[in-house]
Structures are given as structure tokens and as C-alpha cells.
């Protein structure tokens, strides 16, 4: 058995920030569809603007992996700050690992 002591913060904070902005990439590729969608429906006789649907599924492309990497990597921080303080008070999670025979 082997146990992790403690996780370094600015390490676990970049995974956390890249997945998360990947994740947000996908989800912003959806918004992005859904307010191109809906804004063909609106029209201009509601008083929007024909470029209301545009800005916010462009912004959906771009914001959300921006704002979802953000949150990502603080998330990450906080999450590994967590861990090696209650590490360091009841000890770290314990793993098996074995060799790999070829």
C-alpha cells in the first residue's frame, strides 16, 4: 500500500482549470447552437436586435470555457489545500499500485 501525502496545489489546480475549460468548450458549443436557435425564432419584431442570438452564441463559445477554466483551477486549489491539511491531520488516501510485467 502506498499513501498520498499531500498533492501539490498549483499541479492539481492546472488539471482542474484544463478539464473544466474543455468541459466548458462542449457546453459552450451547445449554448452557442441553442442561442443561435432561439434567436431565429425572436426575429426583429420584438424589439431585439437581429444580433442579440449572434452575441450570445458567440459568447457561449468563448465565455464559458473561459469562465469554467477559471472556476476550474480555483476549485482545484481549494480542493488540494483541503486535502493535504486533512492529510497531514488523519493521513492521506491509500492506493495499491502493482508492476507491469511485459
Do not use: Q
Not at 34 to 50: D, H, R, V
Not at 64 to 75: N, Q, R, T
Amino acid at each position: 500500500m502506498k499513501e498520498i501525502r499531500k498533492i501539490g496545489i498549483l499541479s492539481l489546480a492546472k488539471i482542474f482549470g484544463l478539464i473544466m475549460a474543455v468541459i466548458g468548450l462542449v457546453l459552450g458549443i451547445f449554448v452557442g447552437f441553442a442561442m443561435f436557435f432561439i434567436a431565429s425564432f425572436l426575429g426583429t419584431e420584438n424589439n431585439f436586435s437581429p444580433y442579440f442570438g449572434t452575441s450570445l452564441g458567440i459568447s457561449g463559445f468563448l465565455i464559458m470555457p473561459l469562465v469554467f477554466g477559471l472556476l476550474g483551477f480555483l476549485f482545484g486549489t481549494l480542493t488540494a489545500f483541503i486535502y493535504n491539511v486533512l492529510a497531514s491531520w488523519i493521513g492521506g488516501v491509500k492506493i495499491e499500485l502493482s508492476e507491469n510485467e511485459k
